[in-house]
C-alpha cells in the first residue's frame, strides 16, 4: 500500500518529461470531453458550421484547460497568473486557428475522397473523424510543447505583461 502511495505521489508531483505528459493528458481530457460536446452540439443541433462548431468548443475547452494546467499539471505557483493567461491565450489563439482551419481543411478532403464516401456514412461521423484527427496532431506538436516550456514558466518578458495588467513585477515588493 505504501508502494502505491509512492507512485501516486510521484505522479502528481513529478517533473519528469513523461510524468507531465500524462497529466496533461488528463487535463486535456477533462477540456477536450467540454470541447467536443460543445462543438458537436452546435454542429449538429443548430446547423453552426463546421467552422464555427469547432471554434465555440474550443473556446470553450481551453478556458478549462488553463486552469486545470496552472494549478495540477504544471503547478505553475511561480508564475504571476497575469502572464500565464497572456501566454496560454497566444498559444491558445494558435491552437484555434490550427484546428479550426485543420478541421474545415481536413473535412473538406474528406468529405471529396470517393472510397470513404462509399461508406455511406452520415455527415457527422466524417466531421467528428476530421476533427479528431487534427484535435490531436494540434495536442501532440504545438499544445503540450509550448504549454511545458513558455506558458506555464516563468519568462523575463513576464514582469511586462505582469505590470501592464496591474500586477506587481519581480522589483517590487
Not at 505528459?21 to 470541447?35: E, G, I, T
Not at 463546421?50 to 471554434?55: D, L, P
Not at 496560454?88 to 470513404?116: D, R
Request: net charge positive.
Amino acid at each position: 500500500m505504501a508502494e502505491l502511495k509512492s507512485i501516486g505521489k510521484k505522479l502528481l508531483t513529478s517533473n519528469n518529461f513523461i510524468i507531465t505528459y500524462l497529466r496533461s493528458m488528463v487535463s486535456s481530457q477533462a477540456a477536450s470531453w467540454v470541447d467536443y460536446v460543445v462543438c458537436f452540439l452546435l454542429f449538429a443541433l443548430t446547423g453552426l458550421g463546421s467552422f464555427w462548431a469547432t471554434a465555440a468548443g474550443a473556446f470553450c475547452g481551453g478556458v478549462v484547460n488553463c486552469i486545470i494546467n496552472y494549478k495540477f499539471t504544471f503547478r505553475a505557483e511561480g508564475c504571476d497568473w497575469r502572464a500565464v493567461v497572456v501566454k496560454y491565450a497566444v498559444v491558445w489563439c494558435g491552437s484555434l486557428l490550427l484546428n479550426s482551419y485543420g478541421t474545415e481543411w481536413f473535412y473538406g478532403v474528406v468529405m471529396n475522397w470517393q472510397w470513404i464516401q462509399s461508406f455511406n456514412l452520415p455527415e457527422n461521423v466524417y466531421f467528428i473523424g476530421s476533427r479528431l484527427f487534427i484535435s490531436l496532431m494540434v495536442s501532440w506538436f504545438w499544445n503540450f510543447l509550448l504549454q511545458r516550456y513558455v506558458v506555464y514558466r516563468p519568462m523575463s518578458f513576464d514582469r511586462y505583461i505582469s505590470a501592464a495588467l496591474g500586477g506587481k513585477t519581480n522589483t517590487e515588493k
